[in-house]
């Protein structure tokens, strides 16, 4: 059964890609929630199917379930509400006075 395209479905908010995967071309049939939790550091396979449940994991534009078996060429999305967090750590100028 094909699932409904993500650019057809009528969302209330703005979704942000957080994490984009091209499968291999070697790559050999393996379910999306193994596949990311390979790729995505500190992901759960839980949260992941909990992801795709919420229709948050896009497979070549086309919202999956956790069971989807990703093959070679296949572009691996994770879709969020809210915009990536970037972890830009700057340096201040800071004066120290030490004793």
């Known amino acids: ?20 995967f091209e499968a291999t ?6 379910r999306v929630d193994k596949f990311l939790m390979n790729l995505v550091e500190n992901a759960t396979r839980n949260k992941i199917q909990q992801a795709a449940e919420s229709g948050n994991i896009i497979v070549n534009d086309v919202a999956v379930k ?5 093959k070679a060429f296949d572009v691996v ?5 809210h915009p990536p967090f970037e972890n830009l750590i700057l340096p201040e100028d800071i004066p120290l006075d030490i004793v």
């Open 66 to 70: 956790s069971n989807y078996k990703v």
């Open 77 to 81: 999305r994770i879709m969020l509400s």
């Open 25 to 30: 071309k070697g790559q050999m049939p393996l």
């Open 1 to 20: 059964m094909i699932e409904n395209p993500v650019a057809d479905e009528t969302l209330d908010e703005e979704l942000y890609e957080h994490f984009r």
